[in-house]
């Protein structure tokens, strides 16, 4: 079955810096990739999404690379401010349409 | 439109004890789950929902049963609870298969 690796598992990056955080997945067939968001005490919500079709996609400071051929995903922060402080998950769909979680990545934001 | 509600917020068990979480949903999802979530790691699926009347078992069902009571509302059952069953539950909602997933508040479970 799918399985889905995530690093690194602590990212401390400078206040305006970038972060960029890595999973990779087992299956080939997996063609759907969501990264959610969840601070401390909280639910877990979807920041961006992207689908086996495309390469790349944007949003705003936010952007998530897809590389089939090396079944690896990437999340990118740019100019990082105090509220992104969070844990973040990616997640990978797999042959039964469910999702498979990375273990997270807890990312500080240093002023 | 309160999205996706889960009762109870907080609950303390002891070993044995048996008790019930209701999660509940007005968004008209085809597609409930529930996860838990232990300190540093990810979400583990215990059982989905795939559609009204239809249950099936996640990653982690053991100790667990499931009721998808009507569209709205998906339950989870703790027969007699262990203290390896001490975690964070979140009950989901998702629309189609690339829909996004939309959490409850989650219910912080202790079993001592």
């Known amino acids: 079955g799918e399985n889905v690796e995530q690093h690194p598992s602590t990212l401390s990056v400078q206040e305006g810096d970038s972060a960029v955080i890595k999973c990779t997945y087992s299956d080939s067939a997996s063609n759907y990739f969501p990264w959610y968001k969840q601070e401390l005490g909280k639910r877990p919500q979807l920041i961006i999404d992207?689908?086996?079709n495309v390469g790349e996609k944007k949003d705003q400071r936010i952007a998530v690379t897809l590389n089939k051929t090396a079944k690896h995903f990437s999340l990118h922060i740019t100019e990082t401010q105090p509220e992104d402080s969070a844990v973040y998950f990616c997640a990978a769909r797999d042959s039964n349409y469910q999702l498979i979680w990375g273990a997270g990545t807890k990312l500080i934001i240093k002023p | 439109n309160a999205g996706v509600t889960q009762t109870p917020k907080f609950q303390v068990l002891k070993t044995g004890q048996s008790m019930t979480l209701q999660c509940a949903q007005d968004?008209?999802?085809?597609?409930m789950y529930w996860y838990r979530q232990d300190p540093g790691m990810g979400l583990r699926l215990i059982y989905y929902?795939?559609?009204?009347?239809?249950?099936d078992k996640g990653e982690v069902p053991n100790g667990y049963n499931v009721s998808r009571l009507n569209k709205r509302e998906f339950s989870l059952r703790l027969e007699s609870a262990a203290p390896s069953q001490t975690s964070v539950y979140f009950c989901?909602?998702?629309?189609?298969?690339?829909?996004?997933?939309?959490f409850g508040p989650g219910t912080r479970l202790t079993v001592l």
């Open positions: 929902s795939a559609s009204e009347g239809t249950t």
């Open positions: 989901a909602g998702q629309g189609s298969s690339y829909n996004e997933q939309f």
């Open positions: 968004m008209n999802h085809n597609s």
């Open positions: 992207i689908r086996s």
